[in-house]
């Protein structure tokens, strides 16, 4: 009887004494390559999966059970996913035995949560190297948090299937605050705030601050499209002498994490220089 040769396997129907046989499970047609098996070596089965098949085949050669199986392993491109990032990893097929990879295999992959299907099963080939770049999928991350987003990824017409969670997290804000430390009693409170993105620097425009002096709110001021805003804008006149406290809080979004500033400000007496008025009426006063 004359066995099909595979990728330069022997297929048979059992194992014999004299050469290592092993169950191929989930062949893969474009490449030859296998998955899974079961290997029988010294007249025994060396490792049982528990999953199913009806291939046998025989290697004439090797005596060490090294036969070709792939595997399709997951590169992390980016450490954190934030809301309105694009997917930007890879993914590399290769032969599991020399860790090559393996070109111009269909993959297939989709994007659910467990709310439901985000992108449905979409086809990918590799490249020379073996390597799908997942930002061909052009899905971007979306504000969902506490739950990952879930890629599924297989070769194409196989069942079996890999999975990779991603949790994304929202950015860290910063607040910058351009004021006085010391002020005298009849001042406008004044100065000038930033809010911005922690990691980037840039401006987080059209978000609310809330302003406290001593743990009371003296109001709310939104940020411009720079990301600024200026404290003159409120209506306060410092009048209690000594120190005070300034809070300015922001209470984070659906981007945003929430961030807050304090600062402690002396307030010295009230301004004792006389303008040209106050002497005149001071004039007026003695003569009369």
Not at 239 to 258: K, Q, V
Request: glycine share 10%; aromatic share 14%; hydrophobic share 35%.
């Amino acid at each position: 009887m004359t066995f099909p040769i595979i990728n330069g396997w022997v297929c048979g129907v059992t194992p014999t004494n004299e050469k290592i046989g092993a169950l191929i499970l989930n062949s893969h047609s474009v490449t030859g390559h296998y998955d899974y098996a079961w290997c029988y070596m010294d007249n025994k089965w060396a490792w049982d999966l528990d999953r199913e098949g009806d291939k046998v085949v025989t290697h004439p050669d090797e005596q060490d059970g090294d036969w070709n199986k792939t595997c399709i392993n997951y590169i992390e491109s980016v450490v954190t996913y934030h809301p309105g990032s694009k997917l930007e990893d890879r993914t590399q097929l290769v032969n599991d035995t020399n860790g090559k990879g393996i070109l111009g295999v269909v993959l297939n992959f989709r994007i659910f949560t467990y709310y439901g299907i985000l992108k449905n099963w979409t086809s990918l080939q590799t490249d020379n190297n073996g390597y799908v770049n997942l930002s061909d999928l052009n899905f971007t991350f979306f504000p969902y948090y506490n739950q990952p987003f879930i890629i599924e990824y297989k070769i194409d017409g196989e069942k079996d299937y890999y999975s990779k969670y991603i949790f994304i997290t929202k950015f860290d804000s910063q607040l910058s605050v351009n004021i006085s430390d010391v002020v005298n009693g009849g001042d406008k409170l004044s100065g000038e705030v930033s809010l911005v993105n922690k990691s980037s620097g840039l401006g987080i425009a059209g978000v609310d601050l809330n302003v406290f002096i001593d743990g009371k709110s003296v109001g709310v001021l939104r940020t411009n499209d720079s990301g600024y805003v200026d404290l003159s804008n409120i209506n306060y006149t410092f009048s209690n002498l000594g120190e005070c406290n300034l809070t300015i809080n922001y209470g984070g979004d659906d981007y945003y994490n929430s961030t807050g500033y304090l600062r402690s400000i002396r307030v010295n007496r009230f301004n004792s220089q006389l303008s040209v008025n106050d002497i005149v009426m001071l004039c007026m006063l003695v003569i009369s």
